[in-house]
């Protein structure tokens, strides 16, 4: 059971199920504060795709915005 959790849990795993890839456009709504979607599929849709991260909380938001800037990300 925990390799199975793992691959439940394996970000790069569930975004390449649902087809992302290079070019992708993709919004993760609810993103929560940790980004275990979006900072993984910022790096698989590469340049010439978007993220999006959607959250209700502004404290989340400020949280992701600041790492975004820490590593520099354009696509998100």
């Known amino acids: 059971m925990p390799d199975q959790l793992s691959q439940?849990?394996?970000p790069v795993g569930i975004l390449a199920a649902g087809g992302v890839q290079e070019?992708?456009?993709?919004?993760d709504l609810g993103s929560g504060g940790v980004g275990h979607l979006i900072f993984p599929a910022s790096k698989m849709?590469?340049?010439s795709g978007h993220v999006y991260a959607i959250d209700i909380l502004k404290s989340v938001l400020s949280?992701?915005?600041?790492?975004i800037q820490?590593?520099?990300i354009k696509n998100m």
């Open 8 to 10: 439940m849990l394996d």
């Open 23 to 27: 070019g992708s456009v993709i919004a």
């Open 45 to 47: 849709v590469g340049e």
């Open 63 to 67: 949280a992701m915005e600041r790492r």
């Open 70 to 72: 820490e590593e520099n």
